[in-house]
């Protein structure tokens, strides 16, 4: 069960506590009411109903009454609550032919058979079949456990705990496994919500700090005139959130400190203009600026836009020199740039000619061509993992570059503040003027009902725009999904889409190609681009009006709300079809949350709601140790936690910032967050 220390043990919490003396006894039962029960299995039969259904029948008894209880299609219950078996029973109570009954009950199984279970309060451990350990081998293990750890350090002394009604950490131990009250087990599980929160906001406070005092970062001159000009010559006047950003960014430029700063707009807010700003700022101040993407065909775009708007503003006119070789102030760097460019390019970079490079992760990959990098900006910041952490550690030696990180998933608040604690946040809320709400329809896959979406690809594509088409996601597999891919984009051209002009994406094609599809499409060549989820992020072209997800069941909420971003984008009425599978209640869920709204940060609270705080972030996402560490802290019904703990972290590090005198505390925060914060505790 993973569990190798004492440690572990005591941190293996119960799944559920039963009071025995609480439950309804079985003589007081209500028909229709929904209950817990405690019993004694004294019989149990097996057999097929009419239907032939296996059906399996316990009997359980509690002092002189008796319950009957019905599974269907559980066979393995007749083993499970063999005679003797002690159990608690939640479910409706009904009456049938008679007899009190409940039909299909969650079980907790807390008691062997022939063992007899003593005390008032049970705890029921999750049990592992796989592990094969029983709750009731469980229990006496972390009674050991307890004993054996005796008295447990506790960061916060009394007069910290008191105003917040926190018991001490031993109690709370003891009393999550063993308490003698479900009160008692409330006040533990408080103590440790609020445990989990304080470890990761004392880490990240303590970062925050750490590099606020370093003076290690960059003064940028900000006062320069190119960045209005830039914003003057934009097709579209910038929102107000787009300029508070602006300001906010050459604030932190011009500070000390290295920024470290997230940009949180939704799909199609507009963060690319803010960041081309913010690079120019670093540019004219004498700073080289990267600006780095997670897909090839993402950079390309941002190149082609950063060329489009100002590469003429940047110093070091575009153009050819007399070899023959490309000259600009601006440049691309993918892994499918050359070899003889990427030498152009950090000769260009020595040089003072290169100011500006946008790319991939290729571009802190290897030798860093850069000589003076002032600014690092990182788009769609949660497809990347460990890479923004090697941007911080480029600190070594040299000054640090500041970063600003561009992130679309939105992030409600509080997880934020969980996650990137040691970030400052700017937010564009209002989007651009021309945005529209896109009409999202479900339609039941293998139904009729799926003619619609592709009747409105033909209406939309005679209308003179475009479409997507996006193939179902196959879970670690590219291959298998590349494949399913372009057999879809074939069954489309013979098909419901004949006579279209179909191109087809996916993430196998060699880069070459992908490129000149999205440059097809782009340039209207293409009616229909058939995609994969290589088309998730920044994919921009407003012309396209409508996107059909097949299989849209297989995708995440975050991932179905970015996906369906790349429609609306043109100020025309805009579709999107998800033709879906709906049996599974998740499933459904996630479906009902994408007709009912377009807003990402409502349906970033629902994604919340729907999976538990545990998957939220995906395992690309950085902060997955802080938050796997949540074992009894759900998001967002905890919330209230998060700034109590934050206060707290303040406090302990301001009145001891090495945590000199809180060793384990420093321990603690080590291992959940690891050698990036190791240092900070060093002295
Ligand atoms: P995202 O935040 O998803 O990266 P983009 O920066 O790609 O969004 O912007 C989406 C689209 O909106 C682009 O076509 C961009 O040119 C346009 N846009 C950006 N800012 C504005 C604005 N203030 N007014 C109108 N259109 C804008
Ligand atoms: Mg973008």
Known sequence: MEVETVLDLLHLYPRRIHDRTAVTSLADLEIGEETTVFGTVVRTMSRLTKQRKRMVVATVEHGDARLEVTFFNQPWREKQLATGTEVAMFGKVETFAGKVRMTNPIVDVIGAAGEARTGRIVAVYPQSS???LSTWEIAPAVARALEFAGEIYDPLDAAVRGPLRLVDRTTALHDVHRPETTEEHRQAERRLRFDEFLVAQVGLVARKRALAAAEIGIRHVIDGPLVDEFLDRLPFAVTADQTRAIAEI??????????????????????????????????????????????????????AVARRTYGDLVPGAPGENLLGETTSGVRLLTNRTSAKERAEIA??????????????????????????LGLVVIDEHHRFGVEQRDVLKQRAGALVPDVLVMTATPIPRTAALLVYGDLDISVLEAMPTGRQAVGTDVLVRDTSETARAYARVRTEVAAGHQAFVVCPLVEGSEKIEAKAATARAEELRTGELEGLRIGLLHGQMPAADKEAVMEAFRARELDVLVATTVIEVGVDVPNATVMVIEDAQRFGLAQLHQLRGRVGRGGG???????????????????????????????????????????????R??????????????????????GFARATAEAILDGDPGLADHRPLAEEVEDLLGDDVEYLFKS
């Not at 949180?264 to 993407?293: F, H, I, P």
């Not at 938050?627 to 998060?642: G, I, N, Q, S, T």
């Open 130 to 132: 796989k592990a094969e």
């Open 250 to 303: 050459r604030a932190d430029l011009a500070r000390p400190a290295p920024m470290h700063r997230l940009l949180q707009g939704d799909v199609g807010s507009g963060k690319t203009v803010v960041a081309l700003a913010a690079m120019l700022v670093a540019v004219e101040g004498g700073y080289q600026a990267a600006l780095m993407a997670p897909t090839a065909v993402l950079a390309e775009q941002l190149y």
């Open 347 to 372: 000769a260009g970079l020595g040089e003072g000619t290169v100011h500006i490079v946008i790319g991939t992760h290729a571009l802190l990959h290897g030798e860093s061509p850069f000589t003076n």
């Open 621 to 642: 996402q950085s902060g997955q140790r802080v938050d796997r560490h949540l074992r009894l802290a759900r998001l967002p019904r905890d919330e209230k936690y998060v």
């Open 573 to 619: 009425e805009s579709w999107c079809y998800l033709i879906a599978d709906t049996a599974t209640q998740d499933a459904a869920a996630r479906m009902e949350a994408m007709a009912e709204t377009t807003d990402g940060f409502v349906l970033a609270e629902r994604d919340l709601e729907i999976r538990g705080s545990g998957q939220v972030f995906g395992e």
